[in-house]
């Protein structure tokens, strides 16, 4: 019904910047919060950073003021720029959406991941 395709993950040196897009496609009636999370190996996934329909953001601790999350909702299209990156940054990045197919029917829908590899 619905797919989270992301894009622009890869290797870069620490203190560069990437940028990681997600597109939502499919079965869209409204987006609520996208996000994104990531998850280390051998570690839990964990929240980076989410937005509201209404341009609210959360941000973890450790990505405060490095990170930027941003959505284009006419594109249903959610953005993360990840500035001054450290090696402790080096994980699996998943986008996450809340979406509604109907104005009462939805769930919570997952991209496929994207590696980020923080490294010189």
């Known amino acids: 019904q619905v797919q989270l395709v992301e894009s622009g993950g890869g290797l870069v040196q620490p203190g560069g910047s990437l940028r990681l897009s997600c597109a939502a496609s499919?079965?869209?009636?409204?987006?609520?919060?996208m996000g994104w999370y990531r998850q280390a190996p051998g570690k839990e996934r964990e929240l980076v950073a989410a937005?509201?329909?209404?341009?609210?953001?959360t941000y973890a601790d450790s990505v405060k003021g490095r990170f930027t999350v941003s959505r284009d909702n006419a594109k249903n299209t959610v953005y993360l720029q990840m500035n001054s990156l450290k090696p402790e940054d080096t994980a699996v990045y998943y986008c996450?959406?809340?979406?509604?197919?109907?104005?009462?029917?939805?769930?919570?829908?997952w991209g496929q991941g994207t590696q980020v590899t923080v490294s010189s």
């Open positions: 996450n959406a809340n979406i509604l197919h109907t104005y009462y029917y939805g769930g919570d829908y």
């Open positions: 499919g079965s869209i009636f409204r987006i609520n919060a």
């Open positions: 937005i509201t329909s209404g341009g609210t953001t």
